[in-house]
């Protein structure tokens, strides 16, 4: 009788096994097809960028891993690159959400806003003034006033991840700057015709 159990046990572990790999095949499968993916490298169309304007070094330190991973140079003059990225503002607040019966704060919301702009060296403005905001709503205990600090601190560093992660989206989304749309395009499909 132990000899049967054991058997059984053994193939039960397989089934369970073979249904796991099923099951993540079916999940892959259906995320696919409903567009997700895994974020890796952004197509972004310039080979070298210069970064201006105000912001936190932790910040600046972000976006430009994130420049670097996606293989764009910085160069120290906006004379030698194809694009300007200025950081208008980044600004980081905390709003009181909810009290309790006794007045007492029970939870906050962090705010993140990064204002934009992207112009050529020539000073011709290739994506006008925008802002990316997060929020996130966050509980409060007044016994652990330490402990939310640092989640607050956790909080932020993830929203400028994020921040930056749009960021580079927005400029992939750019495709030529102004004035540099070839004539070959146009005249390919007039030959076309």
């Known amino acids: 009788m132990t000899k049967i159990m054991t058997t059984t046990n053994k193939y039960s572990s397989k089934r369970r096994e073979c249904l796991g790999g ?3 095949l079916l999940a892959m499968a259906t995320l696919s097809a409903c567009g997700w993916r895994i974020r890796g490298k952004v197509d972004l169309p310039y080979k070298n960028l210069f970064l201006s304007g105000s912001m936190t070094p932790e910040f ?5 891993m994130y420049l670097r991973v996606n293989d764009i140079a910085l160069v120290k003059n906006a004379k030698e690159a194809e694009l300007v ?4 503002t980044e600004q980081n607040a905390r709003q009181v959400l909810s009290y309790n019966g006794a007045g007492q704060v029970t939870a906050y919301r ?7 702009r992207t112009f050529d060296p020539s000073g011709i403005e290739v994506t006008p003034e925008a802002d990316i905001y997060l929020a996130r709503d966050v509980d409060f205990d007044q016994a652990n006033v330490q402990s939310f600090d640092l989640l ?4 932020v560093k993830s929203m400028r991840v994020d921040i930056v992660n749009q960021l ?3 400029l992939a989304a750019i495709k030529k700057l102004p004035g540099q749309e070839p004539a070959k395009t146009k005249s390919s499909k007039e030959d076309k015709r």
Do not use: N, Q, S
């Not at 990225?85 to 208008?88: G, R």
């Open 152 to 155: 607050v601190a956790e909080y």
């Open 22 to 24: 099923g099951l993540a």
């Open 60 to 64: 600046r330190d972000t976006l430009e």
């Open 85 to 88: 990225l200025e950081i208008i």
């Open 168 to 170: 580079m989206r927005r």
């Open 110 to 116: 962090i705010i993140t806003r990064v204002a934009f």
